[in-house]
């Protein structure tokens, strides 16, 4: 499982849950990762599996928005992967 965050969102995670946080990322199976932006990059909620795509998309003020996208269809998936590997490259792995 990998985790994408952007910053403000890491920094509330170590606010919040700090030892949590530290137990998830010693995890074998488990990649927390930084985007490096800015700060004002707004990262969609993804869950994607070998069957399942499913995204929620926030609006441009970072606030939820009706904008969801759920498919099980191989080309969703395929752009999913291709939006998953753009966040990735773009971010940097936290180490325990």
Do not use: C
Not at 3 to 20: G, L, M, Q, S
Not at 67 to 84: F, M, N, Q
Not at 85 to 90: A, E, V
Request: glycine share 2%; net charge negative; charged share 30%.
């Amino acid at each position: 499982m990998t985790f994408i965050v952007t910053p403000k969102v890491y920094d509330r995670f170590v606010e919040d849950h700090e030892k949590r946080l530290k137990e998830i990322i010693k995890k074998e199976n488990v990649t927390f990762m930084i985007l490096n932006d800015k700060g004002d990059t707004i990262v969609p909620s993804m869950t994607l599996t070998d069957v399942f795509t499913y995204i929620y998309f926030f609006n441009n003020d970072g606030v939820y928005d009706n904008k969801i996208i759920v498919s099980l269809d191989d080309s969703t998936r395929s752009w999913a992967k291709e939006l998953y590997k753009y966040y990735k490259k773009q971010s940097t792995a936290i180490e325990s």
